[in-house]
Each structure stands twice: as structure tokens, then as C-alpha cells.
């Protein structure tokens, strides 16, 4: 069974309107972490937001908020008001276990984001 | 800024000749980093958990001696392909942890800018 699900392979988005990205996860460890890339054609990996499962409150950073539902194991990505540059593939990823055992990452399927003018 | 440094960013060697991508923390040291692989339009999948001083760990199905991984300090590890071949054409990418930096960003992963190796 696949730890981390993308369902969207892709989805358009008009600039300046919101988009939710969907992820589940599967994990039995009561500790662990979600992640949320963002890779442009570039290939680089840019680091979007993070939520530890103990973590109460929904994680925020800028214009990026993560929609935490512990009991439907799910991590939904908010984009607020697209950005043309915010056209990417986009990567949920968790790291299993207490973090001081290491940050290795599942990485799920990914969606790639189109923001149109 | 970066903070993680990998170089080569491109390579096209022949098959049956070896490739080494260099990972390097800047401003950080890394006890652990980890290789990822990504072909096209797919996800990226673990191969390695690179342990400075120690063998690196590998997932499984990655061939140890295909892909040897030198972590020989605290600030740089290095990926070789050993005897390439078609197959082996892909985007390689390293990631490490600054743990120095305290509470929820210690867990931020930094990431290379990427290796995308061709084997003709």
C-alpha cells in the first residue's frame, strides 16, 4: 500500500484564486511528519511547510497554510492567491518515527500545478 | 541561499564509464544525508541514507555496488555510478538536515539543486 497519496496528477488554477492540493497519508507510528515541495522545472526541491502530528494547530507559512486532519490521515496543501510562479509539480512527503531517528522522506506522486493568467 | 551544494548540475558520459555527484552542506554539518532518484515525470524514491564515518544505509533493490556512497565528512558526501549505462539515466538529487537550527525547522529537509546524469 502507497504511504503517501496524491489523487490530482495535475490541475489548473485561475492566478489569484486558492487551490487545494490533496494528500493522504498511511503510517501505524503515532510520531511522524508531513512535508509539502514545491519542484519547478528547475529540479530543485524548495521546502513549502512542515506539520508534526503532535502539532495542534494547522501549520501556516505565507501564503501556504496545511490542512491537518489527524483522524482521515490527510494533509491538504492551500495555496492563497496563485501566482503565476507558482506553477510547479508539487510533493507531499512524511518522515515515519521520532525525527532524531533520521529525516528520510516518502514522497507521494505529486501534482502538477498550472496557474493561468 | 543554497544550502546544500550538488555538482555536478549535468553529465552525459558514455556507458561503462563511472560518474561521482558531489553533496555538500554549506554552513552545516550534516552527519546524515540521503540520495534520492527521479526519473521524468515521477516522484522521487530513496535509494540511500548516507552516514558520515559509517556504509551508508540502502532501500531496497538499490544495488550497493552499482551506487557507492562515500560520506567522509561532516559536510560532504559523494554519489558514484559505477559503470553507467542507459538505464541508469536520471535525475539524482541529495537532501541533508540542519539540526542546529532548533524546533520545527530542524525538520526542514535542504535539498541539491540536482544532478540529471544521461548515459548515451
Known amino acids: 500500500a502507497q504511504k503517501i497519496t496524491q489523487t490530482q496528477p495535475g490541475m489548473f488554477v485561475q492566478e489569484k484564486e486558492a487551490v487545494t492540493l490533496d494528500c493522504t497519508y498511511d503510517?501505524?507510528?503515532?510520531?511522524?511528519?508531513l512535508f509539502w515541495y514545491k519542484q519547478p522545472s528547475s529540479g530543485e526541491m524548495i521546502f513549502l511547510i512542515y506539520?508534526?502530528?503532535?502539532?495542534?494547530q494547522n501549520a501556516t507559512e505565507g501564503r501556504y497554510s496545511l490542512n491537518f486532519q489527524k483522524a482521515r490521515k490527510s494533509a491538504n496543501l492551500v495555496i492563497s492567491a496563485s501566482q503565476l510562479g507558482d506553477s510547479a509539480m508539487y510533493f507531499c512527503?512524511?518522515?515515519?518515527?521520532?525525527?532524531?531517528?533520521?529525516?528520510?522522506?516518502?514522497f507521494g506522486g505529486g501534482t502538477r500545478v498550472l496557474v493561468k493568467p | 541561499g543554497a544550502v546544500v551544494s550538488q555538482h555536478p548540475s549535468r553529465v552525459i558520459c558514455k556507458s561503462g564509464t563511472s560518474v561521482k555527484i558531489e553533496c555538500r552542506s554549506l554552513?552545516?554539518?550534516?552527519?546524515?544525508m540521503f540520495w534520492y532518484r527521479q526519473f521524468p515525470k515521477q516522484s522521487l524514491m530513496l535509494m540511500a541514507t548516507?552516514?558520515?564515518?559509517?556504509?551508508?544505509?540502502?532501500e531496497q533493490g538499490v544495488e550497493k555496488d552499482k551506487f557507492l556512497i562515500n560520506h567522509a565528512s561532516l559536510t560532504l558526501s559523494t554519489l558514484t555510478v559505477t559503470s553507467a549505462h542507459p538505464e541508469d539515466s536520471s535525475f539524482y538529487i541529495c537532501?541533508?538536515?540542519?539540526?542546529?537550527?532548533?524546533?520545527?525547522?530542524?525538520?526542514?529537509?535542504?535539498f541539491g539543486s540536482g544532478t540529471q546524469l544521461s548515459v548515451l
Open positions: 554552513d552545516f554539518q550534516a552527519t546524515t
Open positions: 512527503a512524511m518522515r515515519e518515527g521520532y525525527k532524531a531517528a533520521g529525516n528520510k522522506l516518502t
Open positions: 506539520q508534526g502530528s503532535y502539532d495542534e
Open positions: 548516507s552516514n558520515e564515518g559509517s556504509k551508508a544505509t540502502y
Open positions: 503510517t501505524s507510528d503515532q510520531s511522524y511528519g
Open positions: 537532501s541533508a538536515r540542519n539540526p542546529g537550527t532548533g524546533g520545527a525547522q530542524s525538520e526542514k529537509l535542504f
